[in-house]
């Protein structure tokens, strides 16, 4: 079976403060691909990186960083320098063989001025 | 580039009403899906589409739901009759292809309020 297991809940944040989000999955698949987005408090989800599991290669893109532990099973996802409009929920994804995309429950980050 | 188009974006119908809610996936995209959200159950898939065709509705929660895609650019989910606990967050997202490499691209979605 697959699951992805967001064990933060809620995150707050004072603006300018690095903060990491969390993500573990599981899963028995040699191919799988894994996703972060983004839902803001107007409700759309936001689609911000796609990670393969042949490709351990931590990413930055700006302020946003992701680190990919294979031998952890992670894919973690750090904010440096947060902002106000960084304040949203966060969900992790994983894709395997089948298609499906599963969903951890969310982190909710609220960064405060 | 037109991003996945959902409407409404908002409704508010009674109990025993049909709803029916529309999408528009991006085009060129060959899958179209559709998920549920809701506080107790998260993100949930519901049923995706290639081509058109219905490829796996076993997320589809009862009869009173149901999803057809007439065409390559229009997508539709029913309920019939609604009830108070269809009540969420509906989200269509479509993609060049269910593989894992493809990305989901989401619309905006459609909050449902069943009183």
């Known amino acids: 079976a697959q699951k992805v297991t967001q064990a933060q809940t809620e995150i707050s944040v004072v603006e300018k403060e690095d903060v990491t989000l969390d993500c573990v999955y599981e899963t028995r698949d040699t191919t799988y691909y894994l996703f972060w987005y983004k839902q803001p408090p107007s409700g759309e989800l936001v689609f911000l990186i796609r990670?393969?599991?042949?490709?351990?290669q931590n990413e930055i893109s700006g302020r946003y960083s992701w680190n990919f532990q294979k031998s952890t099973s992670s894919f973690n996802f750090t904010i440096t320098a947060s902002q106000v409009v960084d304040s949203a929920v966060y969900f992790c994804a994983l894709k395997g063989g089948g298609g499906k995309l599963i969903f951890g429950q969310g982190t909710e980050l609220s960064v405060k001025p | 580039d037109a991003g996945v188009i959902q409407s409404p974006r908002h409704e508010v119908t009674e109990m025993g009403q049909e709803v029916t809610l529309r999408c528009k996936p991006i085009?060129?995209?060959?899958?179209l899906f559709w998920y549920r959200q809701t506080m107790m159950r998260g993100l949930e898939l519901l049923i995706y589409f290639n081509n058109n065709v219905p490829i796996d509705d076993s997320g589809m929660p009862e009869d009173r739901f149901s999803a057809k895609m007439p065409n390559a650019s229009f997508s539709t989910l029913k309920i019939q009759p609604s009830e108070p606990r269809d009540s969420a967050v509906y989200f269509c997202?479509?993609?060049?292809?269910?593989?894992?490499?493809?990305?989901?691209?989401f619309g905006p979605g459609t909050r449902l309020l069943v009183l």
């Open positions: 990670r393969n599991s042949f490709d351990e």
């Open positions: 085009s060129g995209h060959d899958y």
């Open positions: 997202a479509s993609s060049l292809s269910a593989g894992g490499q493809e990305t989901q691209y």
